[in-house]
Nanobody, 119 residues
Framework: QVQLKESGGGLAQAGGSLRLSCAASGRTDIMYAMAWFRRAPGKAREFVTGVTWRGGRTHYEDFVKGRFTITRDHAKNAVYLDMTNLRPDDTAVYYC????????????WGQGIQVTVSA
């Protein structure tokens, strides 16, 4: 298992940018992928973007394509989410997650961090 801790986030204006960071510790050697999810007020948690740990293959949901970028840093055991052109509907608690071993299921979670975008 891995422990995940998010940082960054906060308040931004519409059209602005923020960067989220997620530091992983523990069995990072067997991580398969890392991802960002989010939960907006009154909505279910949703997948935002993910990256395979070894190969660096990325996937983005349509609602963030061209605006958000996920990157990983092996040396720091970290993943980042660069968010640009933010919109009020990006307001949510953002969660870092990891999938381990051969599984594509995300079963390791950070505590989440608030991102608020004002109009």
């Amino acid at each position: 298992q891995v422990q995940l801790k998010e940082s960054g986030g906060g308040l931004a204006q519409a059209g602005g940018s923020l960067r989220l960071s997620c530091a992983a510790s523990g069995r990072t050697d067997i991580m398969y992928a890392m991802a960002w999810f989010r939960r907006a007020p009154g909505k279910a948690r949703e997948f935002v973007t993910g990256v395979t740990w070894r190969g660096g293959r990325t996937h983005y949901e349509d609602f963030v394509k061209g605006r958000f970028t996920i990157t990983r840093d092996h040396a720091k055991n970290a993943v980042y989410l660069d968010m640009t052109n933010l919109r009020p509907d990006d307001t949510a608690v953002y969660y870092c997650a990891a999938a381990m071993g051969d599984s594509s299921e995300y079963d390791n979670w950070g505590q989440g961090i608030q991102v608020t975008v004002s109009a």
